[in-house]
C-alpha cells in the first residue's frame, strides 16, 4: 500500500485566496483525522471522521475552514478565505479502529 | 530514498526503568526530528522537538537527543511510569515532507 497520500505538498498563496488540501486515506481504515502543526501551538487535531461521518469537529479554527468526506477513499479540508496566520503544515491521518493511526507526509501551507 | 526506523518495535518493562527508544535516518539533511506519543484510538501527542542545529531536548521525564551525522536520536525515559505506556513515533522533516517512522510500542507493567 502506498500509505496515506496528501496532496499537494506544498501550497503558496496569497490571503483571501481559497485552499482546498486533499488527502486518500489507506484503503480499509475507516477512521480519518485532519491535524494541523504549528511551532507556535504544536499539533492540534481539527476533525475526525468515521466511516465518512464526521464525529469531532471541535478543533475546526472558525468557519473559514471546512472539512469533508464523500467516500471512504477522499477527504478535503478547505480554508476559505485563507489567511496568513493558517500557515502551517497540515497533516491526513488514516487507521482501522483502535489500531495504529498512519500519518501521511503532510502539507505544507504557505499563506502571505 | 528517506527512511525511518525505529528500535525495539515493542518494549515491556517494570514500572521505574529508565528506558531509551532509538530512531534511525537514512537522510541527515533534516529540518528537525519529532517524537510523538500515540495512546490506543487516539491521536498524536507531540512530546520533543529538535531542531536540526540543536542536540537534544528535555521536558521532565524526557530526553531527546539527535546526532545528524550518524543518523540516530534517542529518547529517554526516566523512571518509567505505567501512565506511559503507548506507541512512541519518530517523524523527520525534510522540509519538503515528513517522514515518519514505524513506531515503539512501549508497555510499563505495575
Known amino acids: 500500500d502506498a500509505g496515506v497520500i496528501q496532496s499537494p505538498r506544498h501550497e503558496v498563496t496569497e490571503m483571501g485566496q481559497e485552499v482546498t488540501l486533499r488527502c486518500k486515506p489507506i484503503s480499509g481504515h475507516n477512521s480519518l483525522f485532519w491535524y494541523r502543526q504549528t511551532m507556535m501551538r504544536g499539533l492540534e487535531l481539527l476533525i475526525y471522521?468515521?466511516?465518512?461521518?464526521?464525529?469531532?469537529d471541535s478543533g475546526m479554527p472558525e468557519d473559514r475552514f471546512s472539512a469533508k468526506m464523500p467516500n471512504a477513499s477522499f477527504s478535503t479540508l478547505k480554508i476559505q478565505p485563507s489567511e496568513p496566520r493558517d500557515s502551517a503544515v497540515y497533516f491526513c491521518?488514516?487507521?482501522?479502529?483502535?489500531?495504529?493511526?498512519?500519518f501521511g507526509p503532510g502539507t505544507r501551507l504557505t499563506v502571505t | 530514498k528517506q527512511e525511518v526506523t525505529q528500535i525495539p518495535a515493542a518494549l515491556s518493562v517494570p514500572e521505574g526503568e529508565n528506558l531509551v527508544l532509538n530512531c534511525s535516518f537514512t537522510?541527515?539533511?533534516?529540518?528537525?526530528l519529532q517524537w510523538f506519543r500515540q495512546d490506543p484510538g487516539k491521536g498524536l501527542t507531540s512530546l520533543l522537538l529538535?531542531?536540526?542545529?540543536?542536540r537534544e531536548q528535555t521536558s521532565g521525564r524526557l530526553n531527546a537527543s539527535l546526532d545528524k551525522s550518524s543518523g540516530r536520536s534517542t529518547l529517554y525515559i526516566a523512571a518509567s511510569q505505567p501512565g506511559d505506556s503507548a506507541t512512541y513515533l519518530c517523524?523527520?522533516?525534510?522540509?519538503?515532507?515528513?517522514?515518519f517512522g514505524p513506531g515503539t510500542r512501549l508497555s510499563v507493567l505495575p
Open positions: 471522521f468515521n466511516n465518512n461521518v464526521p464525529i469531532d
Open positions: 529538535i531542531q536540526s542545529s540543536q
Open positions: 517523524a523527520v522533516d525534510y522540509g519538503q515532507n515528513f517522514v
Open positions: 491521518a488514516s487507521s482501522l479502529g483502535v489500531f495504529q493511526t498512519y
Open positions: 537522510d541527515s539533511a533534516i529540518y528537525n
